[in-house]
């Protein structure tokens, strides 16, 4: 099995050969993960050389995950489309959205800890009523839940839809640094966990050993991923 560097895709027409062809502006950069190795290592890149669309089928699902704290909430923000190409609604889940939205409402005068139990299950509703549409799911996942990972691996083997993982690989410093930028932490225990979780995950990915289900991995740090503009889904 083989990581794929990077994958770019870009034509140029109407240049005669030996020619150098001129630019006006550098070319979009599209990288379409699964299409060729499983992994699609990013890291590193930047400048012209990085990669600023991601383009998955339409009805794929994506499952971003990372250390607490190393931007999974910001990307997704940033460059998940409300619809595909076809004008399908694209269902981004992310449980911080299920918390803002009840910390915005009568209960969000409760300490956190009391409601939790009712924003994990308003979460997982909603992951849930997402994945029944047959539309494009991009999923939050702490690293933590692999059974959340194999509930959506069942959903995409059952309806024969591509899952993919994007994977954002940040020094544990950059996330805790992260983390106190929101004014949101873990615990010490908890990032912990998590910090064996993603090690684990990227290890399986390093080596093209996905997690049974999965397509195809994308490996993000911090400069990819800033350089990312969009994903598409169509």
Known sequence: ??????????????????????????????????????????????????????????????????????????????????????GVPVHRIDSQDVRERWAAGRLGRLPYGLVRPLVRAAHYHGLRQALRSGGSVVVHDCGTLAWVRRWIARTARREGRELHLVLLDVPPAVALSGQRARGRGVSGYAFGRHRRAVRRLLARARSARLPKGFTAAVLLDRRAADALERTTFG
């Open 1 to 86: 099995m083989t990581v794929q560097r990077q994958a770019v895709c870009a034509t140029t027409a109407g240049v005669a050969p030996g020619a150098v062809p001129r630019r006006a502006r550098a070319p979009k950069a599209v990288a379409r993960p699964g299409r060729g190795a499983p992994v699609m290592d990013l890291r590193g890149t930047e400048g012209e050389a990085a990669v600023r669309e991601l383009d998955f089928p339409a009805g794929g699902l994506v499952v971003v995950s990372g250390l607490p704290g190393s931007g999974k909430s910001t990307l997704m923000h940033r460059v998940v489309p409300a619809l595909d190409r076809a």
